[in-house]
């Protein structure tokens, strides 16, 4: 199988990366630099380092211009458009392979990275756009590891793979097939391996064009100052002032304890670092190429010893002889670089260079300065461990394995042990960064304890202290990725991932976002979410949109526009009772709300049946406050077809008759109609009798002229006293008739149901029952005094008969105290018509 990134270097890094890459399956597939075989475990399965580095030194025109337009400001600080960038990756990946679309989130944060460098640039390394782009930078590191740790679902289908793996297991005389068994049948080590490959191709992408930038000191020559000096000796036959190594072969500065000339030491000390750094990297052929070029190729052969020997003539059957690979004496080279890792004397990169290669840790993690190096360096260990292991348990060792000491091949390192070596670590460094959000996710991915990682979610939510917001964005991202592989995770803190994301969104004004990652939660709380959410939208012209994006997500619409509006007319909730204090009736910002929440349950005609029954409650409340304009406010907002609407719905599906509910909630509505008309009524007839024409004034000892203005004057006001007259008695007829209509309601009385067949509301019915205790007599006191007013005594006394009639019951709404004062007031009348010479009904007298 050919590799599946040809650029990608074959480094010691990934020591036994090579054998990993013949697996013994049958199929073979064609590879590009972006799509990954499936049995070519050992590739990076990361986006291609190599391909990211070669746009790192400039930008295209879209990135430049956004660019521009970021440095206008001198520190812009956040990447936000990245939360609706995720989302519509996230919606077009819904349904397709997981693995698109965590490449697509990696695309997404190394764009914006690399649009904030040119920021950082300009703002400096201190700003809030540094802060930002570091997080994007690591969080685009995060989901490089988990595509590579997940790709192939090691994870999830581990127990079965490992059933394939032990079957292919067969007796070998090649260090190359041995190993490449082991990474077949072991997860651990290749999930290991995956890990050293991620590390490397991050400080891959760091260094750049790495080689290039160091050929201003390379040259063909060895230790060129060093060879002129002795050539300068030779000729003149003088003593050195300084003493120089005599012999120019690679161990004389060791092998004589003499020094180079110091341009050479100079020289010696940048190469071993950029060595170093290039191996830390993955790149060991980049590594020797850079050592032919200064002069070193005995130091490139040194670099070569790590390949697994492998002699195909052994197995192929073949006449004509094969090429061998690797080196047969590889267990004397290893012995040698363990003990130049050990030596004192020599440079500390040089000897961690040997030390990589050796699985020498001590001598390595002495140039490591920061986490990722100190991952690396005790990942890359333990593999060689592992190897070195299984080599030995094959027989397939050489004896120089026995040269390495004995807690080198004794030690049992696993990938739990290498993070508590972390934690104990001695370098401030190294400490602080281990508790860094990103490196703290990254080890529970490396770990796959998904519920240690919840965990550390929980107390990050609880902290006082708020996430970055980009962070959040990460850990939805993450939980719903972890969701769609259908693994088990700690259901309540995925829950409360979400509703911190969602209240981050909500309080950003990301209004087109948040439906999507509601619609993740579970129905009953994205309902309540949701409807939350809707609460706060206070802009007209936004709420269609908003309960089209909840549709489109899939959510109840129906169940939170009913939550909002019940919600909102439940707040500062007062009791349905007479109150004896007098009331504020004048509409308060809080009435204006509920007034404003029914339109969320007038966008979709199917809605009409619950809009009725939300505004009948709204009105029941302010109605017992006497709230009548706010409660006429409401009624307005109920469209006029509701009623027809209803009844259509239903025929419409068959329906013979509407559900009792939808019936009761129609004629409450009617109810409330009549009452609100009785009460206008009222208004427009005391409005009308407090305005009566006033009686001009006589002028003393008046002029024939004043005499003539003065009979004009009373002519019209005469005139107006009779349009006025008319006028009052139209209206006292009108509200005669309006409150009748509320006293003698048909069908069984004012806010009484005809249904009796609907589910019970409790509340419901208490409140209606209350409605009539407050306003019939309310109603019948305000009849009372319009006809007393209107001198219609006896018309008020026939209020009596119908109050006390068996029929409507309407005395059993009074209170006793109601009925004293409704007497008293009768009594009055009933005065009034004796002062007529009338009987107290208002009957003749009989002589």
């Known amino acids: 199988v050919t590799p599946a990134r040809s650029l990608l270097r074959n480094t010691p890094a990934s020591l036994y990366r090579q054998a990993g890459r013949t697996h013994t399956h049958t199929h073979t597939h064609t590879h590009t630099h972006t799509n990954l075989d499936d049995s070519d475990w050992t590739n990076s399965m990361y986006t291609s380092p190599v391909s990211g580095m070669e746009n790192t030194s400039f930008f295209t025109d879209d990135i430049t211009n956004l660019s521009s337009a970021l440095l206008k400001e001198d520190d812009p600080g956040e990447a936000g458009d990245l939360f609706p960038e995720f989302l519509g990756s996230f919606l077009k990946h819904s349904s397709s392979a997981v693995f698109e679309l965590l490449e697509e989130y990696q695309a997404l944060c190394q764009d914006k990275v690399d649009v904030l ?64 068994q082991l990474f077949q049948r072991d997860a651990i080590i290749r999930q290991s391996q995956l890990v050293v490959d991620w590390l490397e191709s991050i400080a891959k992408d760091q260094i ?34 300084v003493p120089l190594v005599t012999e120019l072969d690679p161990d004389a ?74 080196n047969p004496q590889r267990g004397i080279w290893k012995a040698c670089c363990w003990r130049m890792a050990e030596e004192e004397q020599l440079n500390r990169y040089e000897r961690a260079i040997y030390a990589s290669l050796s699985g020498n840790l001590k001598p390595l993690l002495a140039v490591c300065e920061s986490w990722e190096d100190c991952v690396w360096a005790h990942f890359r260990v333990m593999v060689d461990s592992l190897v070195e292991k299984d080599l030995m348990s094959s027989g397939m060792a050489h004896q120089e394995v026995e040269t390495l000491p004995r807690e080198y091949l004794e030690a049992n390192w696993t990938m739990e042990k290498v993070f508590e070596e972390l934690q104990a670590s001695e370098t401030k460094r190294v400490l602080e960064e281990t508790r860094e959000h990103y490196h703290v996710i990254q080890k529970f991915v490396i770990l796959g304890d998904l519920d240690g990682l919840l965990e550390e979610f929980s107390d990050w939510l609880t902290a006082s202290k708020p996430l970055p917001s980009h962070l959040l964005r990460f850990m939805t991202h993450l939980v719903l990725f972890f969701r769609s592989l259908g693994l088990a995770l700690k259901e309540e803190v995925c829950v409360d991932v979400l509703k911190a994301y969602v209240s981050l969104l909500i ?22 979410q949701y409807a939350a959410f809707l609460e706060t939208v206070n802009q007209p012209e936004l709420r269609p949109r908003c309960l089209q994006l909840a549709t489109d997500a899939g959510l109840d619409v129906a169940a939170i526009t009913k939550l909002v509006v019940e919600t909102v007319r439940e707040r500062d909730e007062t009791e349905f009772t007479h109150h004896s204090q007098t009331l504020e009736t004048a509409t308060t910002k809080e009435d204006l709300r509920k007034i404003d929440v029914i339109d969320w349950l007038l966008f979709d005609p199917a809605h009409r049946a619950e809009s009725l029954k939300q505004s009948n409650a709204i009105m029941r409340k302010f109605l017992a406050l006497q709230k009548h304009d706010a409660a006429k406010a409401v009624f307005s907002k109920v469209p006029e077809d509701s009623m027809r609407e209803i ?130 007599p309310r109603l019948s006191f305000l009849l009372l005094s319009v006809l007393q007013n209107s001198s219609r005594h006896q018309e008020a006394l026939r209020l009596a008969d119908i109050i006390s009639s068996d029929q409507h019951r309407l005395y059993q709404v009074f209170s006793k105290e109601e009925l004293r004062r409704f007497l008293q007031k009768l009594r009055e009348s009933s005065l009034a018509l004796l002062d007529r010479g009338v009987d107290p009904l208002g009957y003749e007298l009989q002589p």
């Open 117 to 180: 460098q040119s920021v950082v640039l300009r703002a400096g390394q201190n700003s809030k756009t540094a802060g930002v782009r570091w997080l994007l930078l690591q969080e685009n590191c995060t989901w490089r590891l988990i595509t590579s740790l997940y790709r192939y679902l090691d994870r999830v289908q581990l127990a079965m793979e490992d059933d394939i793996m032990t079957d292919m297991v067969v007796p070998s005389e090649s260090e190359k097939v041995v190993v490449e």
């Open 507 to 528: 309080r950003d004004q990301q209004t087109e976002l948040v439906a999507s990652y509601v619609s993740q939660l579970p129905a009953e709380l994205a309902t309540a």
């Open 208 to 241: 750049g064009d790495f080689s290039d930038n160091i050929e201003y000191y390379a040259k063909n020559v060895c230790w060129e100052n060093t060879l002129h000096a002795l050539k300068l000796r030779r000729k003149s036959g003088a003593a050195f002032t």
């Open 253 to 326: 500065p060791l092998r004589q304890q003499r020094p180079l000339a110091d341009l050479d030491r100079e020289d010696d000390v940048r190469l071993l670092k950029n060595l170093f750094t290039l191996i830390r990297a993955g790149m060991t052929e980049e590594a020797q190429r850079l050592c032919k070029r200064c002069g070193q190729a005995w130091r490139a052969a040194t670099l070569e010893g790590w390949k697994l020997y492998h002699d195909p003539n052994m197995t192929s059957g073949s006449i004509e002889l094969q090429p061998v690979e690797g």
């Open 647 to 776: 009844y259509c719905q239903w025929t419409g599906v068959g329906q013979t008759t509407a559900p009792a509910e939808d019936e009761n909630a129609i004629r409450e509505h009617l109810c409330i109609r009549a009452y609100l008309e009785a009460h206008e009524a009222f208004t427009d007839w005391f409005s009308h009798s407090s305005s009566a024409p006033q009686k001009p004034a006589p002028a003393p000892e008046a002029k024939f002229t004043e005499r003539v203005a003065n009979e004009m004057r009373e002519k019209e006001y005469e005139s107006s006293l009779a349009a006025w007259s008319a006028r009052l008695d139209v209206l006292t007829e009108d509200v005669k008739e309006r409150i009748y209509n509320v006293l003698l309601f048909v069908d069984g009385g004012w806010m009484i149901d005809n249904r009796q067949d609907s589910e019970q509301d409790s509340e419901r019915s208490h409140q209606m029952a209350a409605l009539r205790s407050l306003c019939l």
